[in-house]
T-cell receptor
């Protein structure tokens, strides 16, 4: 089945630094990937839609200059949290829908802790 | 934009009872409605889904019903077992399937033996 590999699974960084999260589609081409953020005991909130070869579409309230998304190839999308602060600590998870399929495939998620 | 409401937020049942979780959505163009089970710190796990051209779908103890006119869909779990205890999320596609999913706020299901 379709697999999305997400790395790292967890990361601890200092305030003010940047962190890059990668999502790779292993056995299909993902022209579109979706990035979600999930705070403890809350739902998955859509942050942005990543499109291969073009700019990402951000949801209202998500700072595009803080959460940089790059989708340079059909199998890789990256989310960079720039100048991270403790309030950015969260579970970040990507998703893609293989073309021709019905369901969505999720990465394993990244637990970001900013200290 | 799409908005998905989910109720109840918590649900406690006895083993063997049925559990029902309900969701409503706002975008009449939505046509894909999955249900996910999520364990703490893990990715959502698809348990059942339904497309808008179908009113009901069943997979063993799990069923989903969809009422497009009323814009609501429900998850039904029969003969609940302790291992069904988890957080369940409904979701709806923004318009056509293939676009992003918008999730409900989740239901914490507890099944006691």
């Amino acid at each position: 089945g379709a697999v999305v590999s997400q790395h790292p699974s967890w990361v601890i960084c200092k305030s003010g630094t940047s962190v890059k999260i990668e999502c790779r589609s292993l056995d299909f081409q993902a022209t579109t990937m979706f990035w979600y953020r999930q705070f403890p005991k809350q739902s998955l909130m859509l942050m942005a839609t990543s499109n291969e070869g073009s700019k990402a579409t951000y949801e209202q309230g998500v700072e595009k200059d803080k959460f940089l998304i790059n989708h340079a190839s059909l199998t890789l999308s990256t989310l960079t949290v720039t100048s991270a602060h403790p309030e950015d600590s969260s579970f970040y998870i990507c998703s893609a829908r293989p073309s021709g399929g019905v369901g969505y495939t999720f990465g394993s998620g990244t637990r970001l802790t900013v200290v | 934009g799409e908005n998905v409401e989910q109720h109840p937020s918590t649900l406690s049942v006895q083993e063997g009872d049925s559990a029902v979780i309900k969701c409503t959505y706002s975008d009449s163009a939505s046509n894909y409605f999955p249900w996910y089970k999520q364990e703490l710190g893990k990715r959502p796990q698809l348990i059942i889904d339904i497309r808008s051209n179908v009113g009901e779908k069943k997979d063993q103890r799990i069923a989903v019903t969809l009422n497009k006119t009323a814009k609501h869909f429900s998850l039904h779990i029969t003969e609940t077992q302790p291992e069904d205890s988890a957080v369940y999320f409904c979701a709806a596609s923004i318009g056509q399937a293939g676009t992003a999913l918008i999730f409900g706020k989740g239901t914490t299901l507890s099944v006691s033996s």
